[in-house]
């Protein structure tokens, strides 16, 4: 589902001394949600997860949502077919060092149907060289059953930042400069990551979150002026990952709050949030 941010639609007023809570996040956008909901589709609206029908090894999510080269880094890979598996490998980039630790059970997933996302997991410890390219980058796991291949981001260092806690609000947001592309997690249930980005009047900015896997993870960012003033709020773009896109109007802080849609968080719950300046 894809919300449009239709001025004058919601008006919302926010003291400067009040923060973004949790609460104040959820009481705000779901209000802005449901009479945008009303608005448009009407009060009866049911949301299906989607079905996936599997004969061979797949994978449906990974933890992180992305990689950082130069880096020892842990792994981990839920999907169908995934026990047992014998390899993890990376065909362009085969000076990776790879040690598998765990092939197992993934265990219940929160929320969802395992049938639908997985029910099998394999965690790996791998080494990143420095110079690896960033970008895209293939990767195939092989099992008994055949193989599984897909793609993970491979990160910069110097051009990436880890989420930490506590981030929940205006005053404890997490501070971020131009470029910096964020690895973060829900890692609770109503958990909200909030970001302080800097900004200058006029700008165009898009701003994307790429979960780890939008089959286990429904994902929405709110934006907010340094005044707590709310801007625009995205839920799903071309995929369930939220892509917004805002212009400016003063220079300063722009809050983004990153959240489930469903209130869902935990294991399998990464992201990759991503500014980005539109010229």
Same mark, same amino acid.
């Not at 001025?7 to 001394?17: E, F, K, Q, T």
């Given at each position: 589902m894809r919300l449009a941010v239709a001025?004058?639609?919601?008006?919302? $007023?926010?003291?400067? $001394?009040v923060d973004c809570s949790q609460s104040d996040i959820r009481l705000r956008f779901l209000t802005f949600t449901a009479i945008t909901l009303l608005v448009i589709v009407g009060p009866h609206v049911q949301a299906q997860s989607p079905v996936v029908s599997v004969s061979a090894p797949s994978v449906t999510a990974t933890e992180p949502a992305a990689l950082v080269r130069g880096r020892k880094e842990t792994l981990k890979l839920r999907g169908f077919e995934l026990k047992g598996a014998t390899q993890l490998r990376f065909p362009s980039a085969e000076q990776i060092v790879v040690e598998l630790k765990e092939s197992s059970d993934a265990g219940q997933a929160k929320g969802l149907e395992n049938k639908v996302v997985g029910d099998k997991q394999l965690v790996a410890e791998i080494t990143l060289p420095a110079d690896l390219p960033t970008g895209l980058l293939e990767y195939v796991v092989v099992t008994p059953g055949g193989e599984a291949k897909s793609k993970i981001i491979v990160l910069d260092p110097e051009s990436s930042i880890d989420?930490?806690?506590p981030n929940d609000g205006f005053r404890d947001a997490q501070k971020l400069r131009n470029g910096q592309v964020v690895r973060g997690s829900i890692q609770a249930d109503k958990d909200v990551d909030v970001f302080a980005y800097p900004s200058l009047a006029g700008q165009q900015l898009r701003i994307t979150v790429t979960s780890g896997g939008p089959l286990l993870t429904d994902l929405s960012v709110q934006s907010y002026d340094g005044r707590g003033q709310f801007l625009a709020a995205a839920d799903d773009g071309p995929s369930r990952d939220p892509v917004m896109t805002l212009t400016t109007k003063t220079e300063g802080p722009i809050y983004l709050c990153v959240s489930s849609s469903h209130d869902l968080g935990g294991p399998w719950h990464s992201y990759l949030l991503t500014i980005e300046e539109v010229k």
């Open positions: 001025p004058g639609w919601v008006r919302v $007023s926010l003291l400067r $001394s989420e930490h806690e």
